[in-house]
């Protein structure tokens, strides 16, 4: 199942208010937090790597995207899903170190049949109560007319 096409800008704010609503839900509580971690919009999916680039957990929607099941994705590495591994591992690196900023990005996603999906998403970093970073949290969604001067 495909969300429908969406403009670049409307799939940005879609994500931009999914990653608030999570951030929110934080403030209020695990239990709060759990519940929109695990009820995404329409069409939208969201993962947490740790420092190793291990995908913690994943929610049922970006499962339905990709045609997943839990147990395929958690405990892998993030790049094992990603079209162009090598790009993605870099960047993860620049991310979780701080280096590069967090912006909305595209990337093609190997569907569990083989198919690649264009994907565009967007990372927030998890920090531990001392503020340091130890993962990110990527909230996506499919995106078929994104273009190269997003990226």
Do not use: C, W
Not at 3 to 27: H, W
Not at 72 to 88: R, Y
């Amino acid at each position: 199942m495909t969300a429908p096409d969406k403009s670049y800008e409307a799939a940005v704010a879609s994500l931009v208010a999914y990653q608030d609503r999570l951030n929110e839900a934080a403030r209020a509580g695990r239990a709060a937090y759990e519940r929109a971690f695990e009820s995404p919009p329409p069409g939208l999916g969201a993962h947490e790597i740790d420092l190793d680039k291990t995908i913690l957990r994943v929610n049922k929607g970006e499962l339905r995207i990709l045609g997943y099941r839990e147990a395929d994705v958690v405990g892998h590495v993030a790049s094992d899903f990603v079209v162009m591994p090598d790009v993605s591992r870099r960047a993860m690196d620049k991310k979780l170190s701080g280096v590069q900023q967090l912006k909305p990005f595209v990337r093609a996603f190997k569907r569990v049949d083989g198919s690649a999906m264009t994907m565009l998403l967007l990372d927030r970093h998890i920090l531990d109560v001392g503020g340091k970073v130890v993962g990110i949290r990527t909230v996506l969604t499919p995106l078929e007319t994104a273009s190269s001067d997003h990226a």
